[in-house]
C-alpha cells in the first residue's frame, strides 16, 4: 500500500509522501510480566506482595479494566491490581444491570487485559451463573479463566453457605479467591436494587462475620462495597486479609475504581444513571473524545479535512 501511495504521489508530481508505517506484529513486543525499565514497574504484584503491603499499611490501588488500551493504561500508571469485572456489562457492553454477561464474554475481556498488563495482580470476574448451579462448573469455568483468559485470581460475590463452600473447593484445587461482600451487584434483583448495606447494627455485625467467613474459606482479599465507613473499619480489623474499598471510606487496606468513572469518560445518560455518587472523577476524558470527534465531523462536512 506505501509503495502504491508513493508511485501515485509521484506521478502527481508530490514526490515522496510523509507516510510513517505502522508497526506490524512483527514489531511488536509482546507484554511479558516484571518487563519495563522502572523498577517500580518491574516488580510483578503477587498474592504474596499484596499481602506484604497490607500488613506494612501500604494502601493498594485497584483498578477495572476491559481491553488492552485500558490494561495499558493502568499498568503504566502502576496499578496494583487490576480486575475484569462483570462490570463491563454496564460500561462496555450497555447493559443495564450486570446480570446480562455471559462467561464467554467475560473470557474475552480477560483475554485481551492480560495481553496489555506487566506488573499488576490480574483477577476475573465470575459473572452471574457461572458458579451458583455447582462446584464442578465453578472450577471449571474459574479454571478457564485462569488457563485461557491468562487470569491470576478470580472474584466471586457474596457469603452464603453454598458460595463459602465453592470458594473452599476453588482454593483447595488450587485457584487464588478473593471475595467480594457489602453491596453485591449480582444480586441486584434480590436486594431490590443497587442499595448501601450495613446501615444498621445486625447488618453491620453480619457484615464482619461474613469477612472472616470469607477469609476462613482461603480467600486471599476481599472487596467491601457501599458500606458505612466504620463498618468497613471494623471488618477491616476483624480480618487479617486486604481489603479493598469502593464506596466504603478510607480505612480499608486499598480502593477500587470502575476505569471509566474516575476518567469520566461515558456520557451517555444511562451510564449517569448508575455512575455511584461516591465516585470520584479524576478526569473528563469523555468530553475531549466527543470534542475531538465533533472537530473532525465538522471539518469533513465543511471540507477543511483532508
Known sequence: RLARADAAAAAAGLGQMPFEQTPGPTHVVKATKGDGEDEHKKKNITIVELQKMRDKGTPIAMATAYDFPSSVHVDNAGVDVVLVGDSV??????YDTTLPVTFEEMLHHCKAVSRGCRRPLLVGDMPFGSYEVSTAEAQRNAYRLLKEGGMEAVKMEGCDSARLHTCEVLVK?????????????QSYSTLGGFRA?????????????????????????????CVPDEVAHALTEAVSVPTIGIGAGAHTSGQVLVYHDLL???????????????????SAVGAT???ALTRYV???????FP
Request: with cysteine; net charge positive.
Open 89 to 94: 456489562g454496564m460500561v462496555v457492553l450497555g
Open 173 to 185: 484445587g488450587g485457584i487464588a479467591v478473593m471475595g467480594h461482600i457489602g453491596l453485591t451487584p
Open 197 to 225: 448495606q450495613g446501615r444498621h447494627a445486625k447488618a453491620a455485625l453480619d457484615l464482619v462475620e461474613s469477612a472472616k467467613r470469607l477469609e476462613g474459606a482461603g480467600c486471599f482479599a476481599m472487596v467491601v462495597e
Open 264 to 282: 469520566g469518560m461515558m456520557q451517555h445518560p444511562h451510564h449517569a444513571k448508575v455512575t455511584p455518587k461516591f465516585c470520584k472523577q479524576y
Open 289 to 291: 473524545i466527543n470534542g
Open 298 to 304: 465538522s471539518e469533513v462536512r465543511d471540507g477543511v
